[in-house]
């Protein structure tokens, strides 16, 4: 047996999970099928695709909200040169997959959104299984997924999302389209702007930027965190929220890629006005010493 197989093989034999647990020999499977299958096509030494500019376009004009994306934002989030991202942005154009026009930018067709989905929902699938199964950080998924994806034929990608019992979505949050097309309903906003005494739980990052996701790490700010915003200034300052009982600063750009849903958390609540007493008691202090 070829010893990367093998090694492959080998990273899910101390499993944790109860479902991988039972099924470990479909999950070997599924591993080595997706290590084989991206060795003969050499996916890992390709450069970014067609499908890869369509994907970047898509989710760009998910995230920021615009119907025209720019070249400059496609190149720096594929990290190829700007004329690069412009040829091929053009011949998507050409291919009736873009609509492009100079100095403004590019939007996808009917066609290239349809084409475009059957992409992004590969890649979150991938980074559901790179996460739940081989117990990677988030932080490093979606690079991973990137070029895995290359060589994943359709069939495995269906025995991968039924073995991952059909997720909704992504590590990051971000939603899976399905195979019609559809994206499962959510409403979420910014964390920028919930006012002052409102609790959150955190349900998408935007974006993929892998120091933004490890900083998150390092708050112990994941998908699914909750906590209440104790201060949020009009002037533009940075955040304050509580996590877990405990007082935290977030600034502004990060804030606003963080995506939430208020929620009613009593306890959280409860932990944090605690902790705003006790910073009014401490400045108050302060004042007298003074």
């Not at 998408?204 to 900083?215: E, F, I, K, M, S």
């Not at 390092?218 to 104790?230: D, F, P, S, T």
Request: include cysteine; hydrophobic fraction near 40%.
């Amino acid at each position: 047996m070829d010893w990367r197989r093998e090694m492959v093989e080998n990273l899910l034999t101390p499993v944790g999970d109860n479902k991988v647990s039972n099924s470990r020999d479909s999950s070997i499977h599924i591993v080595t099928d997706l290590y084989q299958t991206c060795i003969n096509r050499k996916a890992i030494v390709r450069p970014p695709t067609i499908d890869n500019y369509l994907r970047v376009v898509y989710e760009a004009g998910e995230e920021v909200g615009l119907e025209m994306v720019t070249t400059g934002l496609v190149a720096k989030r594929l990290n190829v040169a700007q004329s690069t991202a412009t040829v091929a942005i053009q011949r998507l154009a050409r291919e009736g997959m873009l609509s492009y026009e100079a100095y403004y930018g590019a939007k996808l067709t009917n066609a290239g959104r349809k084409r475009a989905q059957q992409t992004v929902r590969k890649h979150r699938i991938l980074e559901s299984f790179l996460t739940r199964v081989l117990n990677l950080n988030w932080a490093e998924t979606h690079a991973q997924a990137q070029f895995l994806e290359q060589g994943v034929c359709p069939w495995l990608l269906e025995r991968i999302d039924e073995f991952l019992d059909h997720p909704s979505h992504c590590p990051h949050g971000d939603p899976i389209p399905q195979l019609d097309g559809s994206l499962p309903a959510s409403e979420t906003m910014a964390l920028t702007e919930c006012r002052e005494g409102v609790g959150f739980v955190l349900c998408r990052v935007l974006g993929h930027n892998p120091n933004l996701l490890r900083y998150l790490n390092e708050m112990r700010l994941g998908i699914g965190a909750k906590g209440v915003v104790l201060a949020n200034a009009s002037e533009g300052g940075p955040m304050v929220v509580c996590l877990s009982g405990q007082r935290r600063e977030i600034c502004r750009q990060v804030a606003c890629k963080l995506m939430i849903q208020s929620i009613d958390t009593a306890s959280e609540i409860k932990q944090c006005a605690h902790l705003k007493k006790a910073k009014k008691t401490r400045k108050a202090g302060k004042q007298v010493a003074l």
